[in-house]
Nanobody, 126 residues
Framework: EVQLVESGGGLVQAGGSLRLSCSASGFLFNDYVIGWFRQAPGKEREGVSC????????YYADSVKGRFTISRDNANDTVYLQMNSLRPDDTAVYYC???????????????????WGQGTQVTVSS
């Protein structure tokens, strides 16, 4: 059974930091691209960042470039999202997703991703 389990969310003040973790099981982690999406109330789910398989080349949405860093630990089937300089508009439920070959051209499209976690809430207070 494929499982993606997010952790690390919480409440933080603007300017603060959080590190999200996504622990994967049930599939060949090293063969999958892992990504982070977020969804704020009343808004569509948007792609935040993803990281490739072997070369680890990352993608970042413009809204998080320079503030968020994605990394993967293939030995432990885990992907991290380090979030610094958090802003109130980063408030959302953050989801981990996995897919063997998602299309990432002008952004990350949720329908391209096969597996999803349950999400973790991130709240940034002003």
């Amino acid at each position: 059974e494929v499982q993606l389990v997010e952790s690390g969310g919480g409440l933080v003040q603007a300017g603060g930091s959080l590190r999200l973790s996504c622990s994967a099981s049930g599939f060949l982690f090293n063969d999958y691209v892992i990504g982070w999406f977020r969804q704020a109330p009343g808004k569509e789910r948007e792609g935040v960042s993803c990281i490739g398989i072997r070369d680890g080349s990352p993608y970042y949405a413009d809204s998080v470039k320079g503030r968020f860093t994605i990394s993967r630990d293939n030995a432990n089937d885990t992907v991290y999202l380090q979030m610094n300089s958090l802003r109130p508009d980063d408030t959302a439920v953050y989801y981990c997703a996995a897919d063997a070959a998602p299309a990432v051209v002008d952004g990350m499209i949720p329908s391209d991703w096969a597996y999803w976690g349950q999400g973790t809430q991130v709240t940034v207070s002003s």
